[in-house]
């Protein structure tokens, strides 16, 4: 029995092939549909001097463009985070007629032509739309204003941070909240202190996903943006503008302050959902 080989040991039934295979196909996929595109923009700088570069990048109008997009992205953001809340919490916790038809409406910005968004909300929010006509009355402009911007990204990030908090919400066990009432807590204080630690972590995910589609959003903000140079002129049009030009030199310099802003941004989100994790972890 000595000469005969140990009997064959299965180590799993793993649905997917093993680590090296399954980690060089993720390899490969991110190489092709991340990794190389994004090297492919420091590879179209390959001949632009520094000077040529710091030149485009902190000119007057592109860093106009800055200051519109990142402002109105991270008031959208905020905006959305606490009406997103609100509406994963009505969609989870109430049974009402219609919920589902309102649980998939959320996911409509996902499904819309951004295009067909952004003419629906310019005509919607113009001096003689629905919306925009109420306004007007009492002398607020929304079109054509950084008000408009920040509502068109409001639309497309609101999605976001629902679909992040809802999952978290419908696995919270509800006897946490039942002993924090019985233990003589009140909604606001059950809320404030159980739930909303829990959901944190959640809402933190929204915030970066909702900010990063809207600094990065053309179609549904660029016709409620009327792009007016130093007022409503976003940085994705100035690229556009960039390209139509055929100088792609100064787009790609515009796009990677984008990309380097962005993943600070999300890299940022990250360490502090960590730590936030951490904290939860200790107590």
Same mark, same amino acid.
């Given at each position: 029995?000595?000469?005969?080989?140990?009997?064959?040991?299965?180590?799993?039934?793993?649905?997917?092939?093993?680590?090296?295979?399954?980690?060089?196909?993720?390899?490969?996929?991110?190489?092709?549909?991340? &990794?190389?595109?994004?090297?492919?923009?420091?590879?179209?700088? %390959?001949?632009?001097?520094?000077?040529?570069?710091?030149?485009?990048?902190?000119?007057?109008?592109?860093?106009?463009?800055?200051?519109?997009?990142?402002?109105?992205?991270?008031?959208?953001?905020?905006?959305?985070?606490?009406?997103?809340? &609100?509406?994963?919490?009505?969609?989870?916790?109430? +049974?009402?007629?219609? %919920? %589902?038809?309102?649980?998939?409406?959320?996911?409509?910005?996902?499904?819309?032509?951004?295009?067909?968004?952004?003419?629906?909300?310019?005509?919607?929010?113009?001096?003689?739309?629905?919306?925009?006509?109420?306004?007007?009355?009492?002398?607020? +402009?929304?079109?054509?204003?950084?008000?408009?911007?920040?509502?068109?990204?409001?639309?497309?990030?609101?999605?976001?941070?629902?679909?992040?908090?809802?999952? #978290?919400?419908?696995?919270?066990?509800?006897?946490?909240?039942?002993?924090?009432?019985?233990?003589?807590?009140?909604?606001?204080?059950?809320?404030?202190?159980? #739930?909303?630690?829990?959901?944190?972590?959640?809402?933190?995910?929204?915030?970066?996903?909702?900010?990063? %589609?809207?600094?990065?959003?053309?179609?549904?903000?660029?016709?409620?943006?009327?792009?007016?140079?130093?007022?409503?002129?976003?940085?994705?049009?100035?690229?556009?503008?960039?390209?139509?030009?055929?100088?792609?030199?100064?787009?790609?310099?515009?796009?990677?302050?984008?990309?380097?802003?962005?993943?600070?941004?999300?890299?940022?989100?990250?360490?502090?959902?960590?730590?936030?994790?951490?904290?939860?972890?200790?107590?």
């Amino acid at each position: 029995m000595s000469g005969l080989k140990a009997p064959f040991r299965r180590r799993g039934n793993n649905v997917i092939p093993g680590f090296g295979l399954s980690m060089g196909v993720t390899l490969t996929m991110l190489s092709l549909i991340v &990794l190389i595109p994004l090297a492919s923009v420091l590879l179209v700088l %390959r001949d632009y001097s520094f000077a040529e570069f710091w030149r485009v990048v902190a000119d007057k109008q592109t860093l106009a463009t800055y200051r519109i997009s990142l402002s109105c992205a991270g008031i959208a953001a905020c905006v959305n985070v606490v009406f997103g809340v &609100l509406l994963a919490w009505v969609i989870t916790r109430y +049974k009402f007629p219609g %919920r %589902r038809i309102l649980d998939g409406l959320i996911e409509l910005p996902f499904a819309l032509p951004t295009a067909v968004a952004g003419i629906a909300l310019t005509t919607l929010y113009s001096d003689k739309g629905w919306i925009g006509s109420l306004f007007d009355k009492i002398g607020v +402009k929304i079109s054509y204003t950084t008000k408009g911007i920040t509502i068109a990204m409001i639309f497309i990030g609101i999605p976001f941070v629902v679909r992040s908090i809802q999952p #978290v919400l419908e696995k919270l066990d509800p006897q946490y909240e039942e002993a924090a009432a019985v233990l003589g807590a009140g909604r606001a204080e059950t809320f404030f202190r159980v #739930v909303l630690p829990e959901l944190l972590p959640a809402a933190l995910t929204g915030f970066a996903l909702a900010f990063a %589609r809207s600094v990065g959003e053309y179609g549904s903000v660029v016709f409620i943006a009327g792009n007016i140079p130093y007022k409503t002129q976003i940085t994705p049009l100035i690229i556009m503008n960039k390209l139509e030009q055929f100088n792609y030199p100064a787009a790609t310099s515009i796009a990677l302050v984008m990309i380097v802003f962005s993943f600070l941004v999300l890299f940022g989100i990250n360490l502090l959902q960590s730590k936030i994790n951490k904290i939860a972890r200790g107590s």
